[in-house]
């Protein structure tokens, strides 16, 4: 009788057939059968919060959006500075969360306000990362 079993060794994943002898003190040898690969799907990064006058961040003026964190990371590169134009989907600074680079991009067009992060800061889930009007 022949038996399957999948086994995993360093991280890569076997199927190992086992076969049961009838005579006793036999040994049972076993052949890994080629690595099955399993795909992945790629992580989706979320779109950055935004939020405008009249919630819970009231130091912004009507019509700005506030760009925050969707995850909690370290902030690697900005790519924009204070009075530059963007465009929405533009790239405005590159989150390392996960041993992943996450673009975090522009939810409107307008103009940088303010930032509120350095390169090399750690960031939490909904900090506010800059201020676009």
Do not use: H, W
């Not at 009249?54 to 924009?80: C, F, N, Q, W």
């Not at 680079?101 to 067009?109: G, H, K, L, R, T």
């Not at 307008?110 to 676009?132: E, F, P, Y």
């Amino acid at each position: 009788m022949r038996r399957k079993f999948k086994v995993i060794v360093n991280g890569k994943e076997y199927i190992v057939e086992i076969e049961e002898l009838e005579s006793e003190g036999s040994t049972v040898s076993y052949a890994p059968s080629a690595p099955q690969v399993a795909t992945v799907p790629r992580a989706k990064v979320k779109e950055p919060a935004v939020t405008t006058a009249g919630s819970e961040r009231s130091e912004v003026a009507e019509g700005e959006g506030v760009v925050s964190a969707p995850m909690p990371g370290k902030i690697l590169d900005i790519k924009v500075k204070t009075g530059d134009a963007v465009k929405k989907g533009q790239v405005l600074l590159i989150l390392e969360a996960m041993k992943m680079e996450n673009e975090i991009v522009a939810p409107v067009d307008g103009v940088v306000k303010d930032i509120m992060v350095n390169a090399g800061d750690s960031v939490n889930r909904g900090d506010t990362l800059l201020v676009i009007g």
